[in-house]
């Protein structure tokens, strides 16, 4: 797993850190693709965004977005929304009860 220059997780809420390894694990391919974070907290995002809550990332778009983004949704269960963006993907956590 990789940041982009001035990405900083250090504030990420457990919710977002504890699934880091498993988004990791989803997304990575050995020769292929390493995962890259791009953006938290910083950066300018909607108004209301979770990432001003830490409880956001984003990371930069894999190979294959669309497998990628089905699996990251069927792993991470209900609680986590995920949205393919045109240059990278949103994963938050976003428990509707």
């Given amino acids: 797993m990789l940041l ?11 919710a977002i850190r504890e699934k ?3 988004i990791n694990q989803i997304v990575y391919t ?9 953006s938290t907290y910083e950066g300018n995002h909607r108004p209301g ?3 001003y809550a830490n409880l956001a990332i984003d990371i930069k778009n894999p190979k294959h977005p669309k ?5 990251l949704r069927k792993e991470l269960g209900e609680d986590y ?4 963006e045109l240059d990278h993907i949103h994963i938050e ?3 509707k009860t």
């Fill in 20 to 22: 880091l390894d498993d």
């Fill in 4 to 14: 982009k220059p001035g990405t900083d997780i250090s504030r990420i809420k457990p």
């Fill in 67 to 71: 497998k990628t983004i089905d699996t």
């Fill in 81 to 84: 929304d995920v949205v393919g």
């Fill in 93 to 95: 956590y976003d428990p």
């Fill in 30 to 38: 050995p020769d292929e693709y390493e995962m890259v974070i791009t």
């Fill in 49 to 51: 965004s979770l990432h």
